[in-house]
Nanobody
Framework: QVQLVESGGGLVQTGGSLRLSCAAP????????MGWYRQAPGKQRELVAG???????NYADSVKGRFTISRDNAKNTLYLQMDSLKPEDTAVYYC???????????WGQGTQVTVSS
């Protein structure tokens, strides 16, 4: 069983910033595509940002220009820098790490992000 450890969520005011972290085992980190997802109450889980082993990134339209996904191969950690936060960003955020040979990835435990208006 692969364990991912998320941290960095919390309560912030509109316009504020947070950085989420997701630590993954070193033996799969560099050979995995990764992403951050979120799920708000009553809504489906959605992709927020993705990062491939080749260095490509992609973002949901709703977060483009405000969120930045990055990966530190030396620390085996995935990050999501969230700036200019809005109340509609409130959700539980999950990291997903998918080794390239698997069709589905491993999930973190989730971290709550709450943006107050």
């Amino acid at each position: 069983q692969v364990q991912l450890v998320e941290s960095g969520g919390g309560l912030v005011q509109t316009g504020g910033s947070l950085r989420l972290s997701c630590a993954a085992p070193g033996n799969i980190f560099r050979i995995s595509n990764m992403g951050w997802y979120r799920q708000a109450p009553g809504k489906q889980r959605e992709l927020v940002a993705g990062s491939t082993t080749g260095g490509s990134t992609n973002y949901a339209d709703s977060v483009k220009g405000r969120f930045t996904i990055s990966r530190d191969n030396a620390k085996n950690t995935l990050y999501l820098q969230m700036d200019s936060l809005k109340p509609e960003d409130t959700a539980v955020y999950y990291c997903n790490v998918r080794p390239v040979w698997l069709s589905s990835g491993y999930w973190g435990q989730g971290t709550q992000v709450t943006v107050s208006s």
